[in-house]
């Protein structure tokens, strides 16, 4: 079954990665590109942890993080 979340938090993941090296490596920006690395990645991370959850309570949780 395909989850619209995860294929949309995937892609926004792979474009954060891309905005990171272009901060990164273009701008000289190391400290703010390193944060958005981190914040826009976590996104998927709690997505993919929600659909372990032990509840709906957990899941709805879970997901409200993401």
């Known amino acids: 079954m395909e989850n619209t979340v995860q294929n949309k938090s995937f892609a926004f993941a792979i474009r954060i990665v891309r905005l990171y090296q272009f ?3 273009e ?34 949780a879970k997901m409200g993080i993401a």
């Open 23 to 25: 901060m990164k490596e």
């Open 27 to 60: 701008k000289k920006e190391f400290v703010l590109s390193k944060q958005i690395l981190r914040s826009g990645t976590s996104i998927g991370a709690n997505i993919e942890e929600s659909e372990g959850g032990f509840s709906k309570k957990d899941f709805a």
